[in-house]
């Protein structure tokens, strides 16, 4: 079992940086893929990043390429997303996830979630 936690989030000015985290429980936190998703209200859950087990592969959705980061401290068991260039249409929620099974953006793939953090980003 696995807990992720997300602290973080908030409100920034569009054109704003903003770095999420996500804590996770256990000792095996390096032998899971970590992603990045999130809902904007009235849209279904899209992949944004995803992490390797050892952080040497990375992808993302092409609408924050070059703009977000991932990255992950197995030694701290947390995984990161470094927003910048932050625009409207990144406010969303925001949420971390494990799989144990496969390095994929599909959201099936994953096994655990965090509770999700509020990212609005203003005009």
């Known amino acids: 079992q696995v807990q992720l936690v997300e602290p973080g989030g908030g409100l920034v000015q569009a054109g704003g940086s903003l770095r999420l985290s996500c804590a996770a429980s256990?000792?095996?936190?390096?032998?899971?893929?970590m992603g990045w998703f999130r809902q904007a209200p009235g849209n279904e859950r899209e992949f944004v990043a995803i992490?390797?087990?050892?952080?040497?592969?990375?992808s993302y959705t092409a609408s924050v390429k070059g703009r977000f980061t991932i990255s992950r401290h197995n030694a701290k068991n947390t995984v990161y997303l470094q927003m910048n260039s932050l625009k409207p249409e990144d406010t969303a929620v925001y949420y971390c996830a494990a799989s144990a099974r496969a390095y994929s953006d599909y959201a099936r793939e994953y096994d655990y979630w965090g509770q999700g953090t509020q990212v609005t980003v203003s005009s």
């Open positions: 256990g000792r095996t936190f390096s032998s899971y893929v």
């Open positions: 992490i390797s087990w050892t952080g040497s592969n990375t």
